[in-house]
Each structure stands twice: as C-alpha cells, then as structure tokens.
C-alpha cells in the first residue's frame, strides 16, 4: 500500500489561496469517496479538516474546501492565515474496504 | 467532550515487549472505532489500523500486520496496541483516534505516545 502523492511544501502569503493536490490510484482515491484531509500543526496531534472529499467538520473554517477528479483530490485553503502554518495529510480508504492510506504530507508556510 | 487520553512516553531496549493505551471518554466507546497512527521521527503519517471495541474486530494494514497487536477493554474504554519484541525502527510517536462517520475518518485524536526503542 504506497502512501498517496503530496506536495512536499507550498507557501502563499496572507490573503492567498493555496491548492494542495494528493494522488493515488485507482484503487484508492479513483475510487473512494472517503478522502479526508487532516492539519497537523508542529507538535501537536493531527485535527480532521475534511472529510468525505468536500464535508467540513462542525467549527472548521469554511475557508477550507475539497474537491477531487479521477485519482486526484485537492484542498484549497484560502484567505491564508498566518495560524494556517501545519502540515497537511490527505487520506483515503482503499479498495481493500475499511484499509487507509495517507498522503506523504505538505507542509505550508506563510510567507 | 470527547476525549483520548493516552499513555506516557516509554523508553525501551530491542527486544522488549510493550503496551501502550488510549482510554476514550465523553462518548459510548464501545461503538466507535479506534485507529492507530504511527508518526517516525520528522516522517509523516501512516496508517497502522483499527480496532472495534463493541466486538474487538480488527482490521491490520498489510506493513504492520504480524508486527503489533491491537486490542480493547470496552468495560473500561480502553485500547490498547502492543509489541512482543520491539525493534529500534518501531521508535515513532503513536497515536489513537476514534471513528467519525466512517471507519475511514477519524474525528478525535489522542495527543500520542513517544516511544523510544534504543541499546
């Protein structure tokens, strides 16, 4: 089960939007709409952004937002902030059912 | 409040069997899953895999299958992930977290656990 493909880095400054692409195959994300995004900021636990490819939590900012086609999903967060700064993981369920794959992760600054 | 609470950091020699715990609270443990996520030092994450408290069902990912094992105390809400001999590249930080709307997402995290295995 390889991880999905992210991004190592993107950057944007305050007020920007940033996409952030993860890729898998057909066998995950081609073919799954359970995709989730988590941030990750330094030390800290990850947090669930998104869900379902586009679903926010209760209380995430709708300044985040999912989409996916074919074997590529991708989280737009715009308005960058400054407490945006975390590492980002996309995650997808396989065609192996209830298995999960991560992304390999990106990390976003504010510049 | 949902919460996760897990055990503290351990240090541990190759070769030493340990067991780690993730005790849920604010919530019916027994009918949500409870994942494992291991974290390598600077490394990202990857999925280990997940246990169901209700009936103690598992689901291993190929890479850890044979390497831990998982298990639940649903009288206590308490999960549990072991090793019988531990290895220097099983130094990571694991982490639990419960199911959301699926087996796949996971809403709630616990704040992780260190494990260092060195000579």
């Known amino acids: 089960q390889s991880a999905l493909t992210q991004p190592a880095s993107v950057s944007g400054s305050p007020g920007q939007s940033i996409t952030i692409s993860c890729t898998g195959t057909?066998?995950?994300?081609?073919?799954?709409?359970?995709v989730s995004w988590y941030h990750q900021p330094p030390d800290k636990a990850p947090k669930l952004i998104l869900y379902d490819v586009s679903n926010r939590p209760s209380g995430v900012s709708s300044r985040f937002s999912g989409s996916k086609s074919g074997n590529t999903a991708s989280l737009t967060i715009s308005g960058l902030q400054a407490e945006d700064e975390a590492d980002y993981y996309c995650?997808?369920?396989?065609?192996?059912?209830?298995?999960?794959?991560f992304g390999t992760g990106t990390r976003v600054t504010v510049v | 409040e949902v919460q996760l609470v897990q055990s503290g950091a351990e240090v541990k020699k190759p070769g030493e069997s340990l067991k780690i715990s993730c005790e849920g609270s604010?919530?019916?443990?027994?009918?949500?899953?409870i994942a494992w996520v291991r974290q390598m030092p600077g490394k990202g994450l990857e999925w280990m895999g997940i246990i169901y408290p209700g009936d103690s069902d598992t689901r291993y990912s190929p890479s850890f299958q044979g390497q831990v094992i998982m298990s639940a105390d649903k009288s206590n809400n308490i999960a549990y992930l072991q090793w019988s001999s531990l290895k220097v590249s099983d130094t990571a930080k694991y982490y639990c977290?419960?199911?959301?709307?699926?087996?796949?997402?996971?809403?709630?995290w616990g704040q992780g656990t260190l494990v260092t295995v060195s000579s």
């Open positions: 604010g919530y019916m443990f027994s009918f949500y899953w």
């Open positions: 977290a419960r199911g959301f709307s699926s087996t796949t997402v996971y809403s709630h």
């Open positions: 057909s066998s995950d994300v081609g073919s799954s709409n359970f």
């Open positions: 995650s997808s369920q396989t065609s192996s059912r209830s298995l999960v794959v």
